[in-house]
């Protein structure tokens, strides 16, 4: 067991280190005039790109994910899908028109989105008490993450390299072409997601399940809904995932302009989320066993709340600062909170719901929601964002956008603590989840 979570540790690390690469800085190098390296995109433009790239991603995730519920090992299916969008991300490198990125990003995400779910799959179909097991092996991707923030800008976009006692440690002079060079985010993305593929011939063979089954599995994990739990989490799902859609839109812009700092640095700024999040997943496990799932939920909501309204009120400050530009970048400690005590633990659940023979597409499916119907809102609601606070074209007053976030956060988790009841134990895999947990307890 100890070697397979190694394999599982290893898949969750390269899984989101392909994605950690290039996400934190997009929005910089998307948005930047032309003649600073930039592609000069503008907000609505970037929030429809990825809203809409997100979207149909996801939607389109639980009927690829079905395959490999039906007629493909996951491990494999998972290993064609990185491998070809390892190149389609390589190649969007050395586009520059609008058109091309968009239709781009539609095809990357339709081959990647599906990956997120299969590599939960995998890690679910091995791990003996996966409410226990999987926040360490899932706590990797997190790792990798971090790994892939803090390398880039150390090897791709600085030069004379210093230690300082402040992550990421090694930090030096932005290069002159630093805006342009972004760009190799995505070559670098795609390399690694090639070599990964590699890797998924070393991972634990998760062979279809034919027998006994419906035919249609995603049309059984969308059944899912009949349970008052899994509608209102899909429901309150909406909501946060627009709001986390646009701080990973906004964040790069808002750190760079209204925080000061500088291109480089905002990948690896990004990243004490990350470690917040190694910290919290670590604890998951004890927060589910010990408060169960709606508190719990409740305190991923909340992170959202107090994480938007920290950086509101740091951006209507004039001259934030040494101490605000602390401030700003120790409060991402919060987005360990909004992903583990949210959306890991939402995953946890849906899998704890789900008969084994829909896993896949029930995870897929849950991922339309925070991953695809939410993003392609977002689309619109940045257009919506840049001309309350903005010219029409980009934000400008950060403090009123992030204050507005704050509020829908806020709403959000009210609603699900009214309304969200735990029904785990009231399903025909109570028994078995049971059974399970008596055994490793046991054990």
């Given amino acids: 067991m100890g070697f397979l979570k190694t394999r599982l540790g290893v898949m969750m690390f390269l899984q989101y280190a392909i994605w950690g690469v290039w996400l934190p800085v997009l929005s910089i190098y998307l948005m930047a005039p032309v003649d600073e390296g930039g592609l000069e995109f503008t907000g609505a433009q970037l929030g429809v790109l990825m809203g809409l790239a997100a979207s149909l991603g996801a939607v389109t995730a639980p009927f690829i994910c079905s ?120 070559k670098i993305s795609g390399i690694v997601a090639v070599l990964y593929a590699l890797f998924c011939f070393r991972l634990p063979h998760t062979p279809p399940k034919k027998e006994g089954v419906e035919s249609i599995a995603v049309a059984k994990a969308f059944g899912l809904l009949k349970y008052r739990s899994i509608l209102f989490v899909v429901i309150a799902s909406l909501p946060i995932s627009i ?67 920290i950086w509101g009120i740091i951006a209507m400050s004039d001259n934030v600062g040494t101490l605000g530009t602390t401030i700003a970048i120790i409060s991402q400690g919060l987005h360990g909170f909004c992903y583990a005590c949210f959306f890991a633990a939402a995953y946890i659940y849906v899998d704890r719901i789900a008969a084994d023979d829909i896993r896949h597409s029930a995870q897929a499916v849950f991922g339309i929601i925070i991953l695809g119907i939410g993003p392609i809102f977002s689309g619109a609601a940045m257009s919506q964002l840049t001309k309350m606070f903005g010219d029409g074209s980009i934000i400008t007053n950060f403090s009123g956008m992030w204050f507005a976030l704050s509020a829908v956060a806020l709403v959000t988790t009210i609603l699900l603590w009214i309304a969200f009841r735990d029904e785990g134990q009231d399903t025909p895999e109570a028994d078995t989840f049971a059974e399970a947990e008596a055994t490793a307890d046991m054990a």
Avoid: C
């Avoid at 190649?91 to 779910?117: G, H, K, R």
């Avoid at 226990?132 to 997190?142: L, M, N, Q």
């Avoid at 930090?171 to 995505?186: F, N, Q």
């Avoid at 992170?303 to 938007?308: A, E, F």
């Fill in 67 to 186: 395959l490999a519920d039906r007629h493909f090992s996951a491990e494999r299916f998972l290993a064609f899908l990185l491998f070809t969008g390892g190149i389609v991300k390589f190649t969007t490198a050395f586009q520059e028109s609008y058109t091309a990125w968009l239709f781009l990003s539609i095809a990357y995400s339709i081959l990647f989105m599906p990956t997120l779910s299969l590599s939960n799959s995998i890690a679910f179909a091995h791990l003996k008490d996966s409410e226990k097991e999987f926040p360490y092996v899932r706590v990797w991707g997190t790792v990798g993450w971090i790994a892939a923030s803090w390398l880039f800008p150390m090897i791709y976009l600085q030069s004379d390299l210093k230690f300082t006692i402040m992550p990421p440690f090694l930090v030096g002079t932005d290069l002159p072409d630093v805006t342009a060079r972004l760009a190799g985010a995505l």
């Fill in 243 to 309: 709001i986390h859609q646009i701080y990973f839109i906004e964040a790069g812009p808002y750190l760079t302009e209204s925080v000061g700092l500088a291109t480089s640095s905002v990948g690896p700024a990004m990243t004490v989320g990350q470690f917040a999040e190694v910290g919290v997943l670590a604890l998951l496990g004890f927060f589910l066993k010990n408060f169960g799932f709606r508190a719990t939920l409740m305190m991923g909501g909340m992170g959202y709340v107090l994480r938007y309204g």
